[in-house]
């Protein structure tokens, strides 16, 4: 008999189109002979199936079950393709786990530390992982610019603490441009991560479970035109996502060892993109990505291709290793 699968997508943040997309995708890829697929729409309004037919129909947030004219639908796994809140924060895990649905992601501690970039570094600290010179702030403290600068330098980098897609991030280097870069930012969130500025080549480690083992996929090279690696240079052509990175063998070599440390010491689950930065031939962790893009152009997708893993098999495996 199929399974029955919801494929979640959507979101309650900024990166809600994008998370369509690589829900949209998700759906097409899933092998239709083993999989019963639904396309599962959650915004800050609704929770709705939307059929083949793009009738919509309301999800019993009880039990998370649909009521269709064929009977009661109950699920056996939720496929987790939601970038940002509450897909990528461990609020739907929690939920899930309430209510013993398996789920494509990592479980609820693990999602909602990796998406907050302070606690996630910090964490990772004491393990060695290095990282860049920070400055944490929260909306109603007083912006002491001196005190960042001090700690940070120019140029540096204002981010949302947990936000997605580089939204709410700027690369700041005057001190009279620090305070617009702080606003922005705080239209993303209520926290704040200020980063020094690291100098060096940029990459992105995919980390899956895959056939029940670690994997670490090839890894990719982000070389972009803008300033840094924004929301333009993501999603509207404005980088070059080099697969393999043209990176030395012990540039290679530290950073898959990173990357798998990360992944296991942390005990993720499921899928995972990590973006590292090297200065000389050391690897600088920025952030970890548990829901990451799922399109056919996004950057894990190519790298399990890189790897000899198609997107079906991409995508049924990480059903089997929710199930298992």
Known sequence: MKKKIAIIMGGYSSEYEISIKS????????????????SIIISKEKWVYLAEDKKEYPVN???FSLQLKSGVVHFDCVFNA??????????????????????????PYQAA??????????????YGIKSAASYYLNKGDIIDENAIINKVGLPCFVKANKAGSSFGVSKVYQREQLQ????????????????????????SVGVIKFEGETKVLPITEIVTENDFFDYEAKYEGKSKEI?????????KDKVVATAKRVYDVLKIKGFSRSEFIFVDDE???????????????????EQAKAAGI??????ENAIIEALS
């Open 310 to 315: 198609s997107l079906e098999q991409l995508f």
């Open 61 to 63: 947030r009880h039990d």
């Open 243 to 251: 697969t393999p990175a043209r990176i030395s063998k012990t540039q």
């Open 283 to 301: 690897p600088f962790m920025l952030e970890m990505n548990t829901t990451p893009g799922l399109t056919t152009h996004s950057i894990l997708p």
């Open 113 to 126: 530390l990796t998406f907050n970039k302070r606690d996630f570094l910090s964490v990772l600290k004491p």
């Open 82 to 107: 939601i970038h940002g809140t509450p897909g990528e924060d461990g609020l739907m895990q929690s939920y899930f786990e309430l209510l013993s649905i398996p789920h494509t992601s990592c479980d």
């Open 180 to 203: 617009a870069a702080i606003t922005n930012a705080y239209k993303e969130d209520n926290e704040i991560i200020i980063e020094a500025f690291l100098d060096g080549i940029e990459v």
């Open 23 to 38: 829900g949209t995708v998700v759906h097409e890829y899933l092998d239709s002979k083993k999989f019963e697929k639904y």
